[in-house]
């Protein structure tokens, strides 16, 4: 079952999965990147926010517009801005005015080092990582897909433009170390 992810007439208009599996749930829960969303909840569906008016205002979205593999696409897009490579090769960790970036990724892969993994952003790009970390990168798959689904269940779609704005300042506010994302306290473990 699905809900559709935009408007009618929308370009992006794919289907949006009502849920996780149960399996995928336990993961989530078992490596507290369920607890790590909810505090920082307003974050996430920010920077979703975010990513989807800059794709739905795309004149060209690509694959993002395919109704069947849309949110598939728009979770890759949403996983390489939450996990930017730690190499300006791959991905900015810096924008343009040099704010640091990467603090999603950062806190993601402390809270799965926290829960046993023991690997860094690096780690995970490094030549063949996607084969050698493949459980790692289908729980950070999982993680983003719980993610994005939340954001639409949040009213994603019916954002005004004030609203992206005033997501973008939020947002602006963790490049500038002015707030930071929050980590699962040590006695939630």
Request: charged content about 25%; overall charge negative.
């Amino acid at each position: 079952m699905s809900s559709p992810s935009g408007p009618p007439g929308s370009r992006l208009s794919f289907a949006v999965p009502l849920g996780l599996d149960p399996i995928q749930e336990q993961l989530l829960n078992l490596s507290k990147l369920d607890s790590l969303y909810e505090l920082n909840r307003r974050d996430f569906f920010d920077i979703v926010a975010i990513l989807y008016s800059a794709a739905r205002n795309d004149p060209d979205p690509g694959a993002l517009a395919d109704p069947e593999k849309g949110f598939d696409s728009f979770c890759e897009l949403v996983t390489e801005y939450l996990l930017a490579a730690p190499s300006s090769t791959l991905a900015r960790a810096t924008d343009k005015k040099g704010n640091y970036v990467n603090f999603f990724g950062k806190v993601i892969m402390e809270q799965l080092n926290r829960s046993g993994v023991r690997l860094s952003l690096q780690d995970l790009y490094g030549p063949d990582n996607s084969t050698k970390h493949s459980h790692v990168w289908e729980l950070v798959k999982t993680f983003v897909r719980y993610v994005v689904i939340h954001a639409f269940d949040d009213g994603l779609v019916s954002l005004q433009e004030a609203d992206i704005t005033a997501a973008a300042l939020r947002i602006e506010q963790l490049k500038q170390g002015i707030r930071k994302l929050r980590p699962v306290p040590e006695d939630n473990l």
